[in-house]
């Protein structure tokens, strides 16, 4: 051993502990992107009033939005502990590279998108309940009520636009962090034994 300095730990391979908790932070980001993009948006569209629906999103998505996005940097931060730069092979880089873009991204959406939308949305629901909407079921049940408040409140019309612009950049986002923990999956179901 001497001349190799001191054995730092990523000389060895991750303990069961942290293999789990690497795959706890990757399933509970998994599982809260499913849940919240497929299922329970569609379910509270369907169910709820567009205030009501609006209101549970923006207390619920901070939330959602900035558990990802720490579940996110703790998997890169375990991951790159176990994975010295200088020993990486090339699945290895593009799994950090992967880790990397998701804490970004989530980051991101966290701090800027996702908090945005929910500030534009509360401005909307404040100029909608003056003209009494917003109680409606469904975001597509009474849409020719709020072309015409489009119409004629220019401010109505620019928070629209920019809550448009918003949520989608903040979809997109989230659809980048899907797609980056999916292939996290894939890698972590190719590497049980290691990580």
Same mark, same amino acid.
């Given at each position: 051993?001497?001349?190799?300095?001191?054995?730092?730990?990523?000389?060895?391979?991750?303990?069961?502990?942290?293999?789990?908790?690497?795959?706890?932070?990757?399933?509970?980001?998994?599982?809260?992107?499913?849940?919240?993009?497929?299922?329970?948006?569609?379910?509270?569209?369907?169910?709820? &009033?567009?205030?009501? !629906? =609006?209101?549970?999103? #923006?207390?619920?998505?901070?939330?959602?939005?900035? @558990?990802?996005? %720490? $579940?996110?940097?703790?998997?890169?931060?375990?991951?790159?502990?176990?994975?010295?730069?200088?020993?990486?092979?090339?699945?290895?880089?593009?799994?950090?590279?992967?880790?990397?873009?998701?804490?970004?991204?989530?980051?991101? &959406?966290?701090?800027? !998108? =996702?908090?945005?939308? #929910?500030?534009?949305?509360?401005?909307?629901?404040? @100029?909608?309940? %003056? $003209?009494?909407?917003?109680?409606?079921?469904?975001?597509?049940?009474?849409?020719?009520?709020?072309?015409?408040?489009?119409?004629?409140?220019?401010?109505?019309?620019?928070?629209?636009?920019?809550?448009?612009?918003?949520?989608?950049?903040?979809?997109?986002?989230?659809?980048?962090?899907?797609?980056?923990?999916?292939?996290?999956?894939?890698?972590?179901?190719?590497?049980?034994?290691?990580?």
């Amino acid at each position: 051993m001497s001349g190799q300095g001191v054995i730092m730990p990523t000389d060895r391979e991750p303990t069961v502990t942290v293999k789990l908790l690497h795959l706890i932070f990757l399933s509970t980001f998994w599982g809260m992107q499913i849940w919240v993009t497929f299922i329970s948006g569609f379910v509270m569209d369907n169910n709820l &009033n567009r205030h009501t !629906f =609006g209101f549970i999103q #923006s207390r619920l998505f901070p939330f959602y939005l900035h @558990i990802g996005s %720490a $579940c996110a940097f703790f998997n890169l931060t375990i991951f790159a502990m176990y994975h010295p730069r200088d020993l990486l092979d090339e699945k290895e880089t593009f799994q950090i590279v992967i880790f990397f873009t998701c804490v970004m991204v989530a980051a991101i &959406n966290a701090q800027w !998108f =996702g908090q945005m939308t #929910s500030e534009i949305m509360a401005d909307m629901h404040l @100029i909608e309940q %003056a $003209c009494g909407l917003g109680q409606d079921i469904g975001l597509s049940s009474n849409r020719e009520a709020y072309a015409k408040l489009c119409e004629t409140d220019p401010k109505y019309k620019k928070l629209s636009s920019r809550l448009w612009h918003y949520n989608l950049l903040s979809s997109l986002c989230n659809l980048c962090c899907i797609i980056c923990n999916g292939y996290s999956l894939y890698y972590v179901a190719q590497n049980l034994s290691t990580l």
